[in-house]
C-alpha cells in the first residue's frame, strides 16, 4: 500500500497511553508523555514523544513522503528538535525531519540516501515554521529529488537533486520531540506529484483517495506555478 502509516489522533482509546495507525499496517505507536486531547498530540520537549516499533512497512527505499499538520509553540533554541525520524542517532538513521535552531525553526530533512548522510533538502534558512499558528507541512523525495513545503503559506524549500535510494533500517521511528501540537501524521511509500499536492492545499482529495481524512483546520491555498516543491513545478 502506498500509505504506510497515519495517525489522526482522533482515536476514543486515547487514555490506552498508544497513537493508532489508521492505516491497514498496524503501526501502533506508544505515547511518551505526550497526551492526546480532542485529537491533537501534544508533545514538549525531547523527552515527549509517540514510539513507532520498527516494522518493514515503513521502510522507504524508492520514495517517500511525510505529511504533516502541526503547530509550534516555542522557537527551538540550541541546534535543532527533530520533529521526526527514524532511529535516534544519526549513525544509523534512515530519516530525520529537523526544526534548526539557527534561524529558530527553519526546517530541513537529512537521510542516508546513496549509503551517504545528506540534506534532501538540508537546512534552508529561508523556510520557517512560523509559531502558535497552524500549518500542513510536506516533506516528498523521489527519482528526481525532494524538497519541503509549508502548503497553507505557499513556501517552499530549496530542492536537492536526486542523491539515492534512502536506506532502510531497521529500527523505530520518533514522532515529537519538540515543543508544540500535531494534528496528523502521515507517511507515504513514494513521492507525491504536483496534482496531489494541490490537492493537498486545497481540500485533501488525494489524501480522500488513500481512504485517509485530516481533521486540522489549516487554511487551504491555491500553489501558484512560480512555486517549486522538490523538483515538481505545480
Not at 505557499?154 to 531497521?170: D, K, M, Q, R, T
Amino acid at each position: 500500500s502506498e500509505l504506510r502509516l497515519l495517525f489522526d489522533f482522533d482515536q476514543p482509546d486515547a487514555t490506552t497511553g498508544k497513537a493508532i495507525d489508521r492505516s491497514t499496517n498496524g503501526n501502533d505507536g506508544t505515547l511518551y508523555t505526550a497526551p492526546i486531547t480532542n485529537g491533537v498530540l501534544s508533545t514538549t520537549g525531547s523527552s515527549s514523544f509517540v514510539y513507532v516499533p520498527s516494522s518493514q512497512s515503513l521502510g522507504v527505499k524508492q520514495g517517500a513522503s511525510v505529511i504533516i499538520s502541526l503547530r509550534a509553540q516555542s522557537l527551538v533554541s540550541g541546534y535543532s528538535s527533530r520533529l521526526f525520524s527514524k532511529y535516534r542517532t544519526t549513525t544509523n538513521a534512515s530519516l530525520m525531519l529537523y526544526l534548526y535552531g539557527n534561524p529558530a525553526n527553519s526546517l530541513g530533512m537529512s537521510a542516508t540516501v546513496g549509503g551517504t548522510w545528506a540534506g534532501i533538502p538540508a537546512q534552508d534558512k529561508s523556510l520557517i515554521l512560523p509559531n502558535n499558528t497552524w500549518h500542513r507541512l510536506v516533506w516528498s523525495y523521489g527519482p528526481v529529488g525532494g524538497g519541503i513545503m509549508l502548503l497553507d503559506t505557499i513556501a517552499g524549500s530549496n530542492p536537492s537533486s536526486y542523491l539515492g535510494e534512502i536506506s532502510v533500517n531497521p529500527y523505530e521511528c520518533y514522532l515529537g520531540q519538540w515543543k508544540g501540537q500535531i494534528d496528523d501524521f502521515a507517511i507515504l511509500g513514494r513521492e507525491v506529484t504536483a496534482n496531489e499536492l494541490n490537492s493537498l492545499a486545497s481540500g485533501d482529495s488525494f489524501l480522500a483517495s488513500l481512504q485517509v481524512t485530516f481533521s486540522s483546520s489549516v487554511p487551504v491555498a491555491s500553489i501558484p506555478s512560480t512555486i517549486w516543491f522538490g523538483l515538481y513545478r505545480t
